[in-house]
Every structure is written in structure tokens, then in C-alpha cells.
């Protein structure tokens, strides 16, 4: 009897020491092997493409899951409400991540109305600093150029926004608004919660510079942020204003994972991005356009159209559709992958682009809506539909 209690506690006391070994196991091995994984998906992730016509501009949001909340871009100047509207609508009280892709008036006009009206915890950008260079002092005559002395600005035209004056209101709201800033990173990596994780892809330095754009291109757009959103089987890219030489730098690195279901293509469909070679590698079923029906840059501009129905891929337009709703739960067992709804329905052609006012091929800077003429005041004819 004795002899047996003996044993029994002498078992107890191995049995004891091996759950501490395995349970010592697992916390130092096994734990941060789970914790490695990514995790499965859970719920729905939505990604609202919002319509920020009818001129031109971008404004995204995501929303997790879990609830983290992003918006990329906040459509022009004056379209900060539509912005904080179309929040309100999905019950976002809080934005967890801002992301301006470049400092353009259609990307951060409204940027300033948003920080100001709901709580953002983090903006990223990509760094470049458009602001208005501090005034010089009364140039002296006959210093400087002879053309700027020979036309002196007329007083009002100072009342006129630049690109600089839109990036100044995007950085003073941005100072105010007490978000922690982060430069946009290639490589890193936001856990947007319930297993959806958004990678930054691009800007990779050195940025490019003015002298290095092709005809038409624009250094600006060319280090917009492209991001890359992944939840379970689903992944979609968000092009931002990218130009054919983002395009090539990205596809210059061949261990990246470039394939996405859906698309948000470069630039409003501008003929400058979306290349063929760019296609092929990602192999988009669904391309969203973000366009304006009064835009005058001729975009979308048919040719990207072409590319994207050589690619077999779908097209949705917000000029045509309004905004673009695609939801997911992330696996495509019990039927689709992913649904996309549309505000509007269209008795349009989504393969008939548009064409541009004026030929752009030659300028290289930012083109101002009203370099193109004054705004119309009725929505124009469109001016491709009268065409074949
Ligand atoms: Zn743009």
C-alpha cells in the first residue's frame, strides 16, 4: 500500500514536470509560431470607392472587419462634406489611417474639411512637402527673370489656390489635428484586424524627379503611394495617380506579388498608366475607375479601356455608376469571392472613354481644371459617345 502511493506520487510529480516542459514549450515556441500566421478571415471587409465628381478626384474607404477604418485620399477642394457624409453613412467615427497619395489638389483638397471633422489617429503621405515657399522680400528690379518682372501678378490673382496653397491647408490641418504622421514606407505593413493587412508598395526611392517624366507624365503622380490590400482570398490594389514609370518600377522587382482580383486603376484611367505589361502581371478581374463625368483630361481615356478588356477584365465607373461598393468575406466556398454594387445603374457604355479638351502630351506639371477653359455650367454632352 505504501509502496503504491509512493509510485502514485512519483508518477504525479513526472506528469507534473512534463505539462511545466510542454506548457514551457508552447508559451516559448508555440505561441509566437500562432501568432507568425496570419490570421484566418472573419466578417466582411468593404471597400467603398466614393463618388467625388463630377470633376475629377479620389476617396476611398475601407473598413475592416474588425471595424479599423482607412480612407485614401479626400476628393477635391469643397469635397471634404461629401467625404464626412459618405463616413457617417458607414458609421466610421474615427478614421485608424489617413492616406494622402500625393499631394494634388484632387487628392487632398478635402483633406482639410476631414481632419477637421472626424478624428483621424494616423495620416501617411509620402513625404514630398508641397508647401509655399516663404516669400522672398520685394524681388529687386532688375534681379531675377525679365518675363516675371515684365508681367506683374495682378492683386487678385492671389486669391487664386495653387497646388502649394491646397498642400498648405492639408498640412495645417493635419498640425492641428494631433494624428500621429508616418511617412509611407514600401514593405510595411498595417493589420487592419480580422485578418485584412494593407502593404505599402510604392513610393520606392529615389523618387522621380521632373526631368525624368515621359511626355505627359507628372513627378508628382509618379510617387503617389500604391497600396496593396490582402483579406484571406481576396486582394485589391489601390494605384493611386501612378504613372507608366511607377508601373515599370514596380514591375521591375520580380518577387512582388502584384495579382489582385480587383483593381483601383491608376490615375482616373488616365492613357499614361495602366500599361499592358502591368495588366498581364496583375490580372485584375474587376478594374474601378474614379472619375468625373465633367473631368476634361479625357479620362477615362479609351485606350486604358481597350487594355482592360484585352485583360478580361470588368469596369466599373463612378462618373457613370456613382460610388463603387466591393464586400468580401474574404473566401469564396459558399459562392463569390466578392460583390460589387454600384449607387447608380448606367444605360452608358463603360468601354466608351472619353476624350481630352486639349492635348496634354506636352506639358509635364500639374494641369489645373481651368486650364482647360472655364467650368461648364450644364453637365456637357459626352464627347466620345457622339463618336462611333
Ligand atoms: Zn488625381
Redesign the pocket.
Known amino acids: 500500500m505504501k509502496r503504491s502511493t509512493r509510485g502514485c506520487g512519483c508518477a504525479i510529480a513526472v506528469l507534473v514536470l512534463l505539462l511545466g516542459a510542454g506548457g514551457f514549450g508552447f508559451w516559448k515556441y508555440g505561441l509566437p509560431w500562432l501568432r507568425s500566421r496570419p490570421p484566418k478571415p472573419s466578417g466582411e471587409l468593404q471597400v467603398h470607392v466614393l463618388d467625388v465628381g463630377p470633376i475629377?478626384?479620389?476617396s476611398i474607404l475601407i473598413v475592416s472587419p474588425t471595424g479599423k477604418s482607412v480612407l485614401i485620399d479626400a476628393g477635391d477642394a469643397g469635397k471634404g462634406k461629401v467625404v464626412l457624409d459618405a463616413l457617417k453613412r458607414y458609421k466610421v467615427e474615427r478614421l485608424d489611417y489617413f492616406i494622402a497619395t500625393h499631394p494634388?489638389p484632387?487628392?487632398i483638397g478635402g483633406a482639410d474639411e476631414v481632419l477637421n471633422g472626424i478624428k483621424v489617429a494616423n495620416v501617411i503621405d509620402n513625404g514630398v512637402d508641397l508647401s509655399t515657399p516663404a516669400p522672398e522680400s520685394a524681388a529687386p528690379k532688375g534681379k531675377g527673370k525679365a518675363k516675371a518682372a515684365a508681367t506683374p501678378q495682378p492683386a487678385k490673382k492671389s486669391k487664386i489656390k495653387t497646388v502649394t496653397t491646397f498642400y498648405d491647408e492639408y498640412a495645417a490641418a493635419l498640425r492641428q489635428s494631433g494624428a500621429q504622421y508616418i511617412k509611407a514606407e514600401p514593405g510595411k505593413k498595417y493589420d487592419l484586424g480580422g485578418g485584412a493587412i494593407l502593404t505599402v508598395l510604392g513610393p520606392t526611392e529615389p523618387f522621380f524627379t521632373k526631368d525624368q517624366m515621359k511626355s505627359g507624365g507628372n513627378d508628382t503622380?509618379a510617387n503617389s503611394i500604391v497600396l496593396r490590400l490582402d483579406y484571406g482570398d481576396f486582394s485589391m490594389l489601390f494605384m493611386g495617380?501612378a504613372e507608366s514609370q511607377t508601373e515599370e518600377r514596380l514591375l521591375g522587382k520580380k518577387d512582388l506579388d502584384l495579382t489582385a482580383k480587383v483593381v483601383k486603376i491608376a490615375?482616373?484611367g488616365s492613357k499614361y498608366a495602366t500599361s499592358e505589361n502591368l495588366m498581364k502581371r496583375v490580372q485584375p478581374e474587376a478594374a474601378i475607375i474614379s472619375d468625373g463625368g465633367w473631368n476634361r483630361y479625357g479620362h477615362p481615356a479609351q485606350s486604358v479601356l481597350d487594355r482592360l478588356k484585352a485583360a478580361n477584365a470588368k469596369v466599373w465607373r463612378t462618373d457613370l455608376q456613382g460610388e463603387v461598393t466591393i464586400t468580401t468575406k474574404g473566401k469564396g466556398d459558399s459562392g463569390k469571392l466578392y460583390e460589387i454594387k454600384t449607387a447608380k445603374e448606367t444605360k452608358e457604355d463603360l468601354w466608351v472613354g472619353r476624350e481630352a479638351m486639349k492635348d496634354d502630351s506636352s506639358r509635364s506639371g500639374f494641369i489645373a481644371y481651368g486650364d482647360f477653359g472655364p467650368p461648364p455650367k450644364v453637365k456637357p454632352p459626352r464627347e466620345s459617345a457622339k463618336k462611333k
Do not use: K, M, P
Request: no cysteine; aromatic share 0%.
Open positions: 475629377e478626384g479620389d494634388h484632387d487628392h503622380n495617380d490615375h482616373h
